[in-house]
């Protein structure tokens, strides 16, 4: 039987748009009785400096400061601390290897391609062609070996209400290149969340993301899954959004693993 007393994908205050500090993700988990965590707040990027997004250069420091205490803490209740970074792959953007000299993992939140030599936000996706390119450069990006899960893979759909045949089946190189590499596809409970508090839908075949039919397809392919919460306060770091991810996942009878190969 699976072990759910886990988490990869959590966020602090030093985003901008969540709360909380590592520590206080440590409280929670304790009281979770997790026995893995993992802190993992957006990267600094070259070439993404959007407001409220992601840790900023001048927190770089006091980040993994926090993160040491979080881990002393972690450790005198025995739960295993993880130092990570999501971030996103850009070809041309030479930080991944300087980056895992700091922290314990990367993992891959694409949430930017390159079209016509300009950024596009994988939320304001509306053509196969931004899907064929999202699923390039997340093959790509993989390939490196720098990354441990790719999150939200299905995030792609975020702005697409009624993806077409193609547009899913564009999807499946990715899925099939994650199952031979031996990479965890992620499915994200904070879409459930947001499902419901910024849309009022608890229709689990029409969330935004995880979407059913990304996930049949995965199933099809055998790839492995990992449940995350992507919390971004401690009361989302096992929340009924995380049992409800779990059960859209027993219900598809996907390949769940509750651990990831680190370096």
């Known amino acids: 039987m699976i072990n759910k007393k886990f988490n990869y994908h959590g966020h602090t205050y030093l985003c901008g748009h969540a709360v909380g500090n590592p520590i206080d993700y440590v409280n929670e988990a304790i009281k979770q009785e997790l026995t893995h965590l993992g802190i993992t707040e957006h990267a600094p990027m070259p070439n993404l400096n959007h407001p ?13 400061s926090l993160l040491e205490d979080a881990k002393k803490l972690a450790n005198a209740h025995h739960i295993k601390f993880y130092k990570g970074f999501e971030i996103e792959y850009f070809k041309e953007i030479d930080v991944y290897q300087t980056y895992l000299k700091d922290v314990d993992y990367l993992i891959l939140g694409q949430h930017f391609i390159v079209k016509d030599g300009q950024l596009k936000s994988t939320y304001t996706f509306d053509s196969i062609e931004d899907i064929r390119i999202y ?10 070996g720098y990354f ?28 099939k290149r994650a199952k031979e590499l031996d990479i965890p596809l992620e499915l994200n409970a904070n879409g459930i969340r947001r499902a ?10 029409n969330y935004r993301y995880p979407r059913k039919k990304f996930f049949q397809m995965v199933f099809e392919e055998g ?29 598809l009878n996907l390949n769940l693993v509750d651990y990831l190969k680190f370096k």
């Open 196 to 205: 419901l508090y910024e849309e009022y839908n608890q229709d689990k075949d």
């Open 148 to 175: 441990n899960l790719i999150c939200h893979p299905d995030l792609c759909f975020y702005n697409i209400k009624n993806p077409t045949p193609k547009m899913y089946e564009a999807l499946r190189p990715l899925i």
């Open 135 to 144: 699923v390039d450069t997340i093959i790509e990006a993989i390939e490196t």
């Open 52 to 64: 409220n997004v992601r840790l900023s250069m001048s927190d770089y420091n006091l980040y993994f």
């Open 223 to 251: 790839a492995k899954v990992i449940v995350s919460s992507d919390c971004h306060n401690t009361n989302s770091l096992y929340d009924w959004a995380m049992d409800e991810a779990y059960l859209f996942a027993e219900s």
